[in-house]
C-alpha cells in the first residue's frame, strides 16, 4: 500500500523559511508527478507546486521566486522549500503523488504551517 508521509510544518514567523518533507513508501514506488497543495482555512485545496520526470515543473504565482520543490528519486522523497513565509501561506500542506497526468491523486494526510507573529 502507498504512504505518503510529510513532515515539517510547524509555527514560523513573517519571513522567515520552513522545509517540508514528504516521504513515499515504499521506495520503489514509481510516480511521474509529485507535489504539494495546501488549503487554508475557509478556502478550497490549491495546487502550490509540482514536478515531474519529464521535466515539467509548476508553481503557483503567489509562491514563484520563495517556494523550492524538489524531489530525490533514490530516497523516495520530496520536499519543499518555503522562504520569506507570509501569513497567507498559513495553511495545511498536504504531499501529493500520480503516477500519470491522468491517474488518480495519492495524497498525504496533511501537516500544519502557520505563519504569525
Known amino acids: 500500500q502507498v504512504q505518503l508521509v510529510e513532515s515539517g510544518g510547524g509555527l514560523v514567523q513573517p519571513g522567515r523559511s520552513l522545509r517540508l518533507s514528504c516521504v513515499i513508501s515504499p521506495r520503489d514506488s514509481n510516480f511521474y508527478v509529485v507535489g504539494w497543495y495546501r488549503q487554508a482555512p475557509g478556502k478550497q485545496r490549491e495546487l502550490v507546486a509540482n514536478?515531474?520526470?519529464?521535466?515539467?515543473?509548476y508553481y503557483a504565482d503567489s509562491v514563484k521566486g520563495r517556494f523550492t520543490i524538489s524531489r530525490d528519486n533514490v530516497k523516495n522523497t520530496v520536499s519543499l522549500q518555503m522562504n520569506s513565509l507570509k501569513p497567507e501561506d498559513t495553511a495545511v500542506y498536504y504531499c501529493i503523488a500520480r503516477r500519470s497526468l491522468s491517474a488518480p491523486i495519492v495524497w498525504g494526510q496533511g501537516t500544519q504551517v502557520t505563519v504569525s507573529s
Open positions: 514536478k515531474n520526470n519529464g521535466g515539467g515543473l
